[in-house]
């Protein structure tokens, strides 16, 4: 089975490398020297955040497991992180728009560091503590970088178009290839040098150390309203009320709402869905499978956005429905194929199929991210934007609490079926946004036709 974790990471990698050197001057966009350094600088930043996230991924529920706690005790570790997110993150991350997005960038680096120490401990409270932690930096990493390169690129008066660039490049790197090395690297510290599960941990630390000291070098602060007469309510308030009132926000809160949610719950289960009864897996190269998958998706959606046609509303629609189509295979390889009781040895043939499948879905989730990334340019204001992004992470922290928290009480398949669900009610409401979206352009093409049929002459 080596041989098939080998064929699907060569196949990948070369389809990567056939888009990429595939591309023509229609996927390219002429940029000057100036963007060019301004994009270099916050994608070594980007990457630097993304190798400490990255390098903890793949070992949090093995570091659990080895020290002893079950899979209902792991749940509750991961619900502690999604909670502390929605609650403690939310307004720290809504505190971006007014006291500095460089600010918070910063923060983030230290809370995580901190996080990445109460790994040492086996005890139980302390590493509620750093769940605590780790979901406060999850929160700003998710949403005071994006926000602080928006308002840095607008400000330096950049092509609103060259956003699109950043965004697919730090998706390629940070959610790609820098994931990819990172799990080998984590992979070669506890298995090649058995420097034990908290070896990447500390890894971790050192690289969000090293980004961190790169922001406070070579970052100016920007805000999104820093008035004084606003507290942290009014922020609230003004967010809930954009949201409100605007349905392209609120349909773009439901669908990363959705999709993440999806997306987390499927981080918690294609381990035990891949080793149903503890096969010999080797988790690191699967991940990096998975974020070279990515890194095609990515690079896919660079090409695609580089382009006025197909627009990014358009689609992502599909892109819901392959996801939802590829979560869906866990279940019908439970009727297709008969189940193994065989304790232990390598991956099944289902396995196999499956993995393939998770493997479709993380392609999707690389041309999500700077899909999502360059509608939220568009469409939230930038005054309130760390407000309303956190904002969008409230009902994707209760789902995923919800889901974690009733891990035990339904089979797998069940999971992935709700996962798959949601992801094509995410497809329904991309629709509803794309005929939003191009309403007023309807709108503005029927006046001028109603205007000149008033006045033929255009006079």
């Given at each position: 089975?080596?041989m098939?974790?080998?064929?699907?990471?060569?196949?990948?990698?070369?389809?990567?490398?056939?888009?990429?050197?595939?591309?023509?001057?229609?996927?390219?966009?002429?940029?000057?020297?100036?963007?060019?350094s301004?994009?270099?600088?916050?994608l070594?930043?980007?990457?630097?955040?993304m190798?400490?996230?990255?390098?903890?991924?793949?070992?949090?529920?093995f570091?659990?497991?080895?020290?002893?706690?079950?899979?209902?005790?792991?749940?509750?570790?991961f619900?502690?992180?999604?909670?502390?997110?929605?609650?403690?993150?939310?307004?720290?991350?809504?505190?971006?728009?007014k006291?500095?997005?460089?600010?918070?960038c910063?923060?983030?680096c230290?809370?995580?560091?901190?996080?990445?120490?109460?790994?040492?401990?086996?005890?139980y409270?302390?590493?509620?503590?750093?769940?605590?932690?780790?979901?406060?930096?999850?929160?700003?990493?998710?949403?005071?970088?994006?926000?602080?390169?928006?308002?840095?690129?607008?400000?330096?008066?950049?092509?609103?178009?060259?956003?699109?660039?950043?965004?697919?490049?730090?998706?390629?790197?940070?959610n790609?290839?820098v994931?990819?090395?990172?799990?080998?690297?984590?992979?070669?510290?506890?298995?090649?040098?058995?420097?034990?599960?908290?070896?990447?941990?500390?890894?971790?630390?050192?690289?969000?150390?090293?980004?961190m000291?790169?922001?406070?070098?070579?970052?100016?602060?920007?805000?999104?309203?820093?008035?004084?007469?606003?507290?942290l309510?009014?922020?609230?308030?003004?967010?809930?009320?954009?949201?409100?009132?605007?349905?392209?926000?609120?349909?773009?809160?439901?669908?990363?709402?959705?999709?993440?949610?999806?997306?987390?719950?499927?981080?918690?289960?294609?381990?035990?869905?891949?080793?149903p009864?503890?096969?010999?897996?080797?988790?690191?190269?699967?991940?990096?499978?998975?974020?070279?998958?990515?890194?095609?998706?990515?690079?896919f959606?660079?090409?695609?956005?580089?382009?006025?046609?197909?627009?990014?509303?358009?689609?992502?629609?599909?892109?819901?429905?392959?996801?939802?189509?590829?979560?869906?295979?866990?279940?019908?390889?439970?009727?297709?194929?008969?189940?193994?009781?065989?304790?232990?040895?390598?991956?099944?043939?289902?396995?196999?199929?499956?993995?393939?499948?998770?493997?479709?879905?993380?392609?999707?989730?690389?041309?999500?991210?700077?899909?999502?990334?360059?509608?939220?340019?568009?469409?939230?204001p930038?005054?309130?934007?760390?407000?309303?992004?956190?904002?969008?992470r409230?009902?994707?922290?209760?789902?995923?609490?919800v889901?974690?928290?009733?891990?035990?009480?339904?089979?797998?398949?069940?999971?992935?079926?709700?996962?798959?669900?949601?992801l094509f009610?995410?497809?329904?409401?991309?629709?509803?946004?794309?005929?939003?979206?191009?309403k007023?352009?309807?709108?503005?093409?029927?006046?001028?036709?109603?205007d000149?049929?008033?006045d033929?002459?255009?006079?």
């Amino acid at each position: 089975m080596e041989m098939f974790y080998y064929l699907v990471f060569g196949g990948l990698g070369a389809v990567v490398a056939a888009i990429e050197l595939s591309k023509t001057n229609k996927d390219r966009i002429n940029t000057t020297s100036t963007f060019n350094s301004f994009k270099n600088n916050y994608l070594l930043v980007y990457s630097l955040m993304m190798a400490g996230d990255w390098l903890q991924g793949p070992y949090v529920y093995f570091l659990y497991k080895t020290y002893g706690y079950d899979k209902g005790e792991i749940g509750q570790l991961f619900i502690a992180g999604f909670g502390s997110s929605m609650l403690f993150g939310t307004i720290v991350g809504s505190l971006a728009d007014k006291q500095g997005r460089k600010r918070a960038c910063v923060i983030y680096c230290i809370t995580y560091i901190l996080s990445c120490f109460t790994k040492h401990s086996p005890q139980y409270k302390v590493l509620m503590i750093g769940r605590v932690l780790g979901g406060i930096a999850t929160s700003l990493l998710f949403s005071s970088f994006e926000s602080w390169l928006v308002a840095e690129h607008n400000k330096r008066g950049f092509e609103q178009q060259w956003l699109s660039i950043t965004f697919s490049k730090a998706v390629f790197l940070g959610n790609g290839l820098v994931a990819i090395l990172a799990g080998l690297f984590g992979n070669l510290l506890v298995d090649s040098f058995s420097l034990g599960p908290v070896a990447p941990f500390d890894a971790a630390a050192c690289f969000l150390a090293i980004g961190m000291a790169v922001i406070l070098s070579s970052w100016t602060e920007n805000f999104g309203d820093p008035s004084e007469n606003k507290d942290l309510l009014t922020q609230f308030r003004g967010a809930a009320v954009a949201i409100a009132s605007d349905e392209k926000i609120a349909l773009l809160g439901a669908i990363q709402s959705l999709f993440e949610g999806s997306m987390y719950t499927f981080v918690f289960l294609w381990t035990p869905a891949l080793s149903p009864n503890d096969e010999d897996i080797p988790h690191g190269f699967i991940f990096a499978t998975f974020m070279l998958a990515s890194m095609l998706g990515s690079s896919f959606a660079s090409r695609l956005m580089a382009r006025a046609t197909p627009k990014v509303e358009s689609y992502m629609q599909i892109v819901f429905l392959v996801s939802s189509a590829s979560l869906m295979l866990p279940i019908v390889t439970t009727f297709l194929v008969a189940p193994s009781n065989v304790k232990g040895g390598s991956i099944t043939f289902a396995g196999c199929i499956q993995l393939l499948g998770f493997c479709t879905f993380e392609a999707c989730v690389g041309i999500f991210w700077p899909s999502i990334m360059k509608m939220r340019s568009q469409y939230i204001p930038e005054e309130a934007r760390s407000t309303i992004m956190n904002f969008f992470r409230i009902p994707l922290n209760i789902f995923v609490c919800v889901v974690l928290y009733n891990v035990d009480a339904f089979p797998i398949t069940v999971m992935f079926g709700m996962c798959s669900i949601f992801l094509f009610v995410a497809s329904v409401l991309q629709r509803r946004l794309l005929v939003i979206a191009d309403k007023p352009k309807t709108q503005d093409w029927a006046m001028k036709e109603r205007d000149s049929e008033a006045d033929p002459l255009n006079i």
